[in-house]
């Protein structure tokens, strides 16, 4: 018969063991289930122009040099901007005058979802994250 002190030892680790066993599976379940982050984005804008962007940010505004230019007068020159951060997207409000909307509220920053209509000042934007 073991002594007594070698029992309780022998059944942590055992515990511990069997502690390691069930993270790691974890681990291994939800890096198999993880969706790959959308690589792109897509902008519509009201005037039914769609652009696909590649890159980690895409600037939004009145001004030409803007990746997605805004028809709207009330927009400011650079209004917001998209950004990819990890395997998300962002919109961040560029302390335009106007301000960026979602679902009626004011937003500085904000998760972006596919399909999301955000509205800068008054001009509606349409993503789809792919």
Same mark, same amino acid.
């Given at each position: 018969?073991?002594?007594?002190?070698?029992?309780?030892?022998?059944?942590?680790?055992?515990?511990?063991?069997?502690?390691?066993?069930?993270?790691?599976?974890?681990?291994?379940?939800?890096?198999?289930?993880?969706?790959?982050?959308?690589?792109?984005? =897509?902008?519509?804008? $009201?005037?039914? +122009?769609? @652009? /696909?962007? !590649? #890159? *980690?940010? &895409?600037? %939004?505004?009145?001004?030409?040099?803007?990746?997605?230019?805004?028809?709207?007068?009330?927009?400011?020159?650079?209004?917001?901007?998209?950004?990819?951060?990890?395997?998300?997207?962002?919109?961040?409000?560029?302390?335009?005058?106007?301000?960026?909307? =979602?679902?009626?509220? $004011?937003?500085? +920053?904000? @998760? /972006?979802? !596919? #399909? *999301?209509? &955000?509205? %800068?000042?008054?001009?509606?934007?349409?993503?789809?994250?792919?």
């Amino acid at each position: 018969m073991p002594p007594p002190a070698a029992v309780p030892a022998a059944a942590a680790a055992a515990r511990r063991a069997a502690v390691v066993e069930r993270v790691l599976r974890t681990a291994d379940l939800l890096s198999t289930e993880a969706a790959p982050p959308p690589s792109r984005i =897509a902008v519509a804008t $009201r005037d039914g +122009v769609v @652009r /696909l962007h !590649d #890159g *980690d940010h &895409v600037l %939004l505004g009145r001004g030409a040099w803007c990746d997605v230019p805004l028809a709207s007068a009330r927009a400011s020159r650079e209004h917001a901007v998209l950004l990819r951060r990890g395997n998300a997207w962002w919109i961040e409000d560029l302390d335009s005058t106007n301000g960026t909307f =979602a679902g009626g509220a $004011r937003l500085m +920053v904000r @998760r /972006l979802a !596919d #399909g *999301d209509v &955000v509205v %800068l000042a008054d001009e509606p934007v349409r993503v789809f994250l792919r």
